[in-house]
Nanobody
Framework: VQLQASGGGFVQAGGSLRLSCKASRRTLRNYDMGWFRQAPGKERDFVAGISRSGGSTDYAESVKGRFTISRDNAENTMTLQMSSLKPEDTAVYYC????????????????WGQGTQVTVSS
């Protein structure tokens, strides 16, 4: 699976961004998926995960109520809608896919996108 993340950018605090992850070579319906993020000097942290059917999701406490993960298996894409953004959300965001069950550890995922930068100014 090749994953391509996009949609990052620069936004002021309180704003919104929508990240997308497009898969090629294989269909995403066979994989659980997730979003992670990594700020400079910090570890890669779990943001959100979604089951292959899209029927089950999980979020890091820090983003609950602000971020929404979804997927469209027909379009082979996954999205992360981010709202009420805070400066501490600034990071490179990575999409990932794995055999499941989706989890909060990067070890649960086999395939990774290249990352997209999100910068939130105060």
């Amino acid at each position: 699976v090749q994953l391509q993340a996009s949609g990052g950018g620069f936004v002021q605090a309180g704003g919104s961004l929508r990240l997308s992850c497009k898969a090629s070579r294989r269909t995403l319906r066979n994989y659980d998926m997730g979003w992670f993020r990594q700020a400079p000097g910090k570890e890669r942290d779990f943001v959100a995960g979604i089951s292959r059917s899209g029927g089950s999701t999980d979020y890091a406490e820090s983003v609950k109520g602000r971020f929404t993960i979804s997927r469209d298996n027909a379009e082979n894409t996954m999205t992360l809608q981010m709202s009420s953004l805070k400066p501490e959300d600034t990071a490179v965001y990575y999409c990932a896919a794995g055999p499941g069950p989706y989890g909060s550890s990067w070890l649960d995922y086999e395939y990774w996108g290249q990352g997209t930068q999100v910068t939130v100014s105060s």
